[in-house]
């Protein structure tokens, strides 16, 4: 019932979000406050002045960046407002290529406590990374001192919609405690070199729905973090990338559990992987349960189907200690397409913590070298329907 509800609460929220932006809202427009579309003069006091003003206004009201090129800072847009609020985006935002007095871990663009918030109007947030890729950060450590473009903090019933993130130096976009947040026609754009650059990360969130987005770019087209519930995804394109992942989970202690995740109507293509579930060995206790993954085509994938607990990249894990996070209810359905890998089916489970109640249902996978294979391990799926290759033996 909660599900159904929420979809429909999205629908309608959908219906009504281009009314809401083009009516008699207030409009704040930032070249009215000192902002040029140059090039090199930073918007960033502009939009700050602008977004004031539009934030204390007592009725809706909206900022506008119009069309053209502008450079922008490390920007903070923050609430809470007096009313429902929009961001109209119509320009390209050009991030700084040199980053080092960003403050740390506040990203490049962060958004953070508001509600009834809309981010629209086919603009783009160039995170100007192709000079920073596999420079100042290689395969074996984490980029964390390099800024993510789009940061959403403590959102709630808000939208993303018709804006594109390109070359972000790190992680593109990330979710962090918001609750009711729709990301629609959401364009995620970068080349498949670029390193550590999720499309979308989501943790300690609730209630996210990602729909009709493309994305293309060097790691996770989405990854789902711990303390993630009702996370819906829906016609969503990715590749390049590694696909779409829960976890990886089991790194830290004390993480939440991962509940309520479902994947429908996505087209995978070109990518490393498919779409798996992946915790580390050696992990303090978790649980991930209520997983789905539905209609989904691979379009020449690696790793399509896949679950992973014994995830060790770079060898910096103990794979002789079992993974502690529990996973449980999780469905693979309707998966069907071309495997780039002849192991198209990977269920590797805790010896621990065996995965329960795992479904695979009208499995459909080729590979273009020969007979695709399975493998199972610590699980005994419960199979229906078509089932090519044929899982674990079937």
């Known amino acids: ?34 902002g040029k579309a140059d090039g090199s003069t930073d918007l960033s006091q502009a939009l700050l002045a602008a977004w004031k003003e539009a934030c204390a206004d007592p009725a809706d009201s909206s900022v506008l960046i119009p069309a053209g090129t502008y450079a922008l800072g490390q920007t903070m847009i923050q609430g809470p407002c007096k009313a429902p609020i929009n961001l109209i985006v119509q320009g ?30 086919n603009g783009v947030f160039d995170g100007q990374g192709t000079t920073l890729w596999g420079k100042k950060c290689s395969q074996s450590s984490y980029c964390a001192d390099l800024p993510i473009n789009l940061r959403f903090s403590f959102l709630t019933n808000s939208m993303i919609r018709d804006v594109t993130t390109k070359d972000s130096k790190q992680f593109h976009v990330n979710v962090l405690g918001c609750k009711n947040l729709v990301f629609h026609h959401f364009t995620v754009s970068a080349p498949e070199e670029s390193l550590n650059t999720d499309g979308i990360h989501i943790g300690r969130s609730s209630s996210i729905n990602i729909t009709n987005t493309n994305i293309k770019t ?18 969503v394109t990715c590749g390049p990338g590694h696909g779409i992942s829960i976890g990886s989970l089991g790194k830290y202690p004390n993480e939440a559990p991962v509940v309520g995740i479902r994947v429908k109507g996505a087209t995978l293509t070109n990518t490393m992987n498919g779409i798996r579930i992946k ?29 992973d607990q014994e995830y060790c990249p ?26 780039s890998s002849q192991l198209a089916v990977k269920l590797v489970c805790s010896d621990g913590l065996p995965c329960e109640n795992v479904q695979l249902t009208d499995i459909n996978l080729k590979f273009n070298g020969g007979a695709p294979t ?19 033996s079937a």
């Open 218 to 235: 060097g790691d996770d087209c989405i990854s789902i973090g711990d303390g993630s519930e009702q996370i819906s995804i829906n016609d």
């Open 279 to 307: 915790t580390w060995p050696a992990s303090p206790q978790g649980v991930a349960s209520d997983l789905h993954f539905e209609d989904v085509i691979m379009n020449n994938v690696g790793n399509p189907i896949l679950i």
């Open 314 to 339: 770079y060898n910096q894990c103990k794979l002789q200690i079992p993974s502690r996070v529990k996973i449980s209810d999780v469905s693979f359905k309707n998966i069907r397409g071309t495997s």
């Open 374 to 392: 399975t493998l199972c391990k610590n699980v005994k799926p419960v199979l229906g329907g078509v089932q090519e290759p044929k899982t674990c």
């Open 1 to 34: 019932m909660g599900m159904k509800f929420y979809t429909i609460a999205i629908a309608l929220v959908l219906l009504l979000a281009p009314a809401a932006e083009f009516s008699e809202a207030a409009m704040y427009d930032v070249t009215k406050y000192g």
């Open 92 to 121: 390209t935002l050009k991030a700084p290529i040199d980053t080092s007095s960003f403050k740390p871990d506040a990203g490049w663009v962060a958004f953070q406590h508001l509600d009834q918030f809309t981010l629209s109007g």
